[in-house]
């Protein structure tokens, strides 16, 4: 594992790590949203490696990531204007554009689809990784496949060491939840996984957007998948995770209520909250972890991941997660809270819970 200043970063080390990715070696390394497993995009053989080390269902195609946005041209077949408004504004950022492929983008990198999705990511290390690796670099989360996404080193090297050639630190991500997969082969372009950039802040630029039905944002796929990696199980720790979604009164009587009902079988019962919330656990619940603020939602993301990773270490059996409110980063959170629950979501009502605790 290299250590490097997020601000200033040793170029000397980068290039090494670029020498690796010319070589068809792997190299995790920070973005904004995650850390990356990144190899040679172009290269079959290379992006062969990212799919066992991860245990990646071969069905689930990769993000190519690029350093410029003139660097997009070499992997899609034409920019059309409103994908160009988009990078203008969004890139580098939690943004993936999903267009049309050249031929040179090896089927692996597409799992056989004609599209590929293209993203600019927002930090140094990986710019500069890019830049002097001098091809595309593929890259998923750099976690094993269904595990929450990496978002510090340790995490990487919790899921993939021995099987990747080279670490860099550039400490913990800062947005904390992958970039928003934007299909712009259809009309109006479709939001494929919510993400970083919001629907709202697309929707300035677009007008109109469309968003993959909400079973199968939640869940996966209803019909025809439009987005492989939407299909698996995803974002979760060892212990399992029950989702409680509703107003937040009727959420937090809610927890409480299940809380009670674990320890009465003998179990031990985690809780995943806000700092709005957290005194009502406080001596209730065996763990309680805060994500984050329901005022800045953005702190919830950035934490997401970790908090889910750290209930493992904590010898619960059992971990019940409040929801958030949809709107803006929210829908990317509930997203990855839907899936790491896979599918044991409660909702709270008002009238059936209020008189309980
Ligand atoms: O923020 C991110 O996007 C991170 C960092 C490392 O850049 N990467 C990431 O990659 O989250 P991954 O592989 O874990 O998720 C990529 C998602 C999957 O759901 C995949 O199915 C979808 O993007 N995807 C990739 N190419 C696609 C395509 N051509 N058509 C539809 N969906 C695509
Ligand atoms: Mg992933």
């Not at 670490?167 to 712009?184: A, K, Q, Y």
């Not at 939640?218 to 979604?245: D, F, N, Q």
């Not at 044991?344 to 059936?352: D, G, L, P, Q």
Request: net charge negative; with cysteine; glycine share 10%.
């Amino acid at each position: 594992m290299i250590r490097l200043d997020p601000g200033r970063p040793d170029v000397a080390e980068i290039r090494r790590a670029a020498e690796v990715i010319r070589a068809g070696g792997l190299v995790a390394f920070p973005t904004e949203t995650v850390y990356g497993l990144g190899a040679d995009g172009l290269s079959a053989s290379a992006v062969g490696r990212i799919f066992a080390a991860k245990g990646r269902p071969q069905d689930n195609p990769l993000i190519l990531h690029v350093a410029t946005p003139e660097d997009a041209h070499r992997v899609v077949l034409g920019v059309p204007p409103l994908a160009q408004a988009l990078m203008e504004r969004f890139w580098p950022g939690p943004l993936t554009l999903v267009l049309p492929k050249r031929p040179e983008v090896p089927d692996e990198v597409s799992a056989g689809l004609a599209t590929v999705g293209v993203r600019m990511p927002d930090n140094t290390i990986a710019l500069t990784l890019i830049a002097e690796s001098g091809v595309p670099v593929a890259a998923p989360s750099a976690n094993v496949s269904g595990r929450p996404s990496p978002t510090s080193a340790d995490h990487v090297i919790a899921d993939l060491a021995g099987k990747i050639e080279m670490v860099l630190d550039g400490g913990p991500t800062t947005v904390g939840v992958e970039s928003t997969v934007l299909d712009m082969t259809s009309s109006p372009p479709k939001v494929l996984r919510p993400g970083g950039v919001t629907v709202e802040e697309l929707e300035q630029v677009l007008g109109d957007v469309a968003v993959a039905s909400a079973d199968f944002v939640a869940m996966g796929p209803v019909g025809p998948v439009p987005s492989p990696g939407m299909k698996y199980t995803h974002y979760a720790p060892k212990t399992p995770v029950v989702l409680v979604e509703g107003e937040m009164g009727a959420v937090a009587n809610r927890i409480l209520r299940e809380v009670q009902a674990r320890h009465a079988a003998g179990e031990r019962a985690g809780v995943m909250c806000s700092r709005e919330t957290e005194a009502l656990y406080a001596g209730h619940a065996d763990v309680v972890r805060v994500a984050g603020s329901r005022q800045d939602l953005s702190t919830v993301a950035a934490a997401l991941f970790a908090t889910l990773r750290l209930f493992d270490t904590d010898g619960v059996d059992v971990v019940f997660a409040e929801g958030f409110d949809q709107a803006g980063l929210g829908f990317a959170i509930m997203n990855r809270l839907r899936r790491a629950s896979g599918g044991r979501i409660i909702h709270a009502h008002v009238e059936s819970d209020v008189d309980v605790i």
